[in-house]
């Protein structure tokens, strides 16, 4: 199942997004916003996250982080500052 939800406490937005997948390892978790990082290379570049990180936190001006245990899913909480809004 995923889930999203967006929140404007005080003078930011805040985007959850979870899921009850596969979850990420231990191991693997603090690299997943790193360029060309991928556990599954004939599936894909490994640019996804870094690109979504560098949108977030150069263009919006946000923070992204990322919680995970293996097979619990994950959650990812994007919080921006209000003015990106308008």
């Known amino acids: 199942m ?6 404007s406490p005080g003078k930011e937005l805040v985007l959850v997004y979870s ?6 390892t231990p191991d693997v978790l603090p690299r997943i916003f790193d360029p060309f990082f991928t556990t599954d290379h004939a599936a894909g570049t490994g640019l996804g996250l870094h690109i979504v ?9 946000g923070t992204i982080t990322c919680e995970s245990a293996e097979g619990e899913g994950v959650c990812f909480t994007i919080t921006v500052p209000g003015q990106c809004l308008n």
């Open 2 to 7: 995923i889930n999203v939800s967006v929140e």
């Open 19 to 24: 899921d009850d997948g596969r979850g990420i």
């Open 53 to 61: 990180y560098n949108l977030v936190t150069q263009k919006l001006g």
